[in-house]
């Protein structure tokens, strides 16, 4: 046995890799007849008819296409941000009917109801696309190929077959354990509950509308009667006891009787099996019950949206944005990534205990660069709390005073200022920042770091401030 297996492996040892041998079986075994894996599946429908697919599909998508996003220029390990790159404003007016809003929310829709989603680059022939057109992922059909994997893509519609080559298409994919070349939706996952959950709607609907088949009771006449008769207690019965409502009957004499056959909504637990389906139907998808629930509070509505937008919609948009680097980037000179922007939310608290753990290590001028986004100043080349050098001299005037440095009451009115921005803006998390003009930026940079800690607490802030006026008298 071992003697055979053996046989299977060369034994002279080569140099470096080569080609993954097994691209051309996994080729020949798929081939074109594999078709289209949703052939006989209707995604579409299932969006359509499913209300709560329907809303985990739209609250993903809407908030996807909301994201902005950027291109980057390669520097070593630094990236630096590009503005208008081509991309950009590809993706911006992917063609003349359609905005970037709907490119990412259709790609990112059909990704969750398919698994699959595929732009389609048109060109003027000069080598780089001028358009993306979106393709229906069930009217797509991956051609393999032995050596390059996948040779192209046939677009079928009305019968008619077109011929797509591979670097034409950007093909967006979810992982699919039992397929090599189609993606698996959070769709197809929940099918069996997402069908459990339809008929007990239509059950629902059966129930409370007109004409069902299926009777809720019988009403059982013992004595024999006539044709006239019969017909007449129909009627009435049908006048005073039909229609949506619930009624109670009222009967006269002992010869009539009534059977019930249905089952209550209280004896199938409908409404606790409905809410059921819906929790399952929405984890599956990534949306947690509190962004919906009209019983969640204030907390478990912000816990559940920052888990949302980090476990659910951020690694979407890596998906499509690594896709994007991969295969759209290259048609442009140079080295680019394209990401969306980092909307995972951040701890304050962690992060300024980040900063100050930086304090010994880093720069001013490197904690403003990483942390702040500012640019270099010439005092910044120290740590913070490290002895300044010497400011450079200062012009003055016949009289002997300062032209170009603030005097004292100009800093001290602003430093009045900026508190009375931030403590009526402390209820306003994401409002603009103060725009500091004659405070010292060694101290404009200490109040920011303070502020930081400070949070929303107006004790704190005011702290913060006092201690800025009194380094200021000690500096005096």
């Known amino acids: 046995m071992f003697n055979w297996l053996s046989s299977l492996f060369s034994r002279q040892e080569k140099a470096g890799f080569r080609p993954a041998p097994h691209i051309q079986p996994v080729a020949v075994h798929q081939g074109y007849a594999m078709g289209n894996t949703l052939e006989g599946r209707d995604p579409a429908g299932v969006y359509a008819s499913s209300s709560w697919v329907y809303l985990a599909v739209n609250r993903i998508t809407e908030a996807a296409a909301l994201v902005p996003s950027q291109v980057y220029r390669l520097d070593g390990e630094q990236r630096v941000a590009i503005e208008r790159h081509p991309v950009e404003d590809l993706l911006d007016a992917p063609n003349p ?22 732009w389609f680059l048109a060109g003027d022939g000069r080598g780089q696309p001028s358009q993306i057109w979106t393709l229906r992922p069930d009217r797509v059909t991956i051609v393999p190929d032995p050596v390059n994997f996948v040779r192209g893509y046939v677009y079928e519609i009305d019968g008619q077959r077109i011929p797509l080559e591979a670097r034409e298409v950007i093909h967006f994919k979810r992982w699919h354990p ?23 709607a239509q059950w629902n609907h059966n129930t409370f509308g007109r004409d069902n088949g299926v009777p809720a009771g019988i009403v059982n006449i013992k004595e024999h009667i006539s044709d006239s008769d019969f017909e007449r207690i129909k009627r009435e019965w049908r006048q005073s006891y039909g229609g949506p409502q619930r009624k109670t009957a009222f009967l006269r004499g002992g010869n009539v009787e009534w059977h019930n056959l249905g089952l209550s909504h209280t004896d199938l637990d409908f409404l606790q099996g ?57 048609f442009y000179a140079g ?13 304050a608290q962690a992060r300024l205990n980040e900063i100050k753990t930086a304090y010994p290590v880093l720069s001013i001028n490197e904690i403003r660069t990483r942390y702040y986004q500012l640019s270099p100043v010439e005092w910044g080349e120290h740590p913070v709390n490290h002895d300044a050098p010497p400011l450079p001299e200062t012009s003055t005037d016949e009289n002997g005073a300062d032209d170009s440095a603030p005097t004292p009451d100009a800093i001290k009115t602003e430093l009045a200022r900026w508190e009375k921005f931030t403590l009526k ?16 930026d060694d101290l404009a940079f200490e109040i920011r770091a303070g502020l930081l800690s400070a949070g929303e607490d107006s004790g704190a802030v005011k702290a913060v401030f006092h201690d800025a006026r009194a380094q200021m008298v000690i500096t005096e």
């Open 425 to 440: 803006r402390l209820s306003q998390p994401d409002h603009r920042p103060f725009e500091v003009t004659v405070v010292p």
């Open 335 to 347: 080295e680019h990534i394209f990401t969306f922007e980092d909307i995972r939310p951040t701890d």
């Open 274 to 330: 409905r809410r059921a389906h819906r929790d399952e139907i929405l984890n599956i998808f990534g949306i947690p019950v509190g962004l919906i629930s009209d019983n969640a509070t204030e907390a478990n509505a912000k816990v559940a949206e920052r888990t949302f937008i980090e476990r659910t919609l951020y690694p979407k948009l890596m998906r499509i944005s690594q896709k994007i680097s991969q295969e759209l980037l290259p």
């Open 178 to 200: 039992a397929n090599d070349f189609y993606g698996l939706s959070a769709l197809e996952a929940a099918r069996l509950t997402i069908s459990s959950d339809r008929a007990m």
């Open 97 to 118: 009917f359609m905005s970037r809003f709907e490119l990412i929310e259709q790609t990112v829709g059909m990704l969750e109801l398919t698994g699959n989603a595929y």
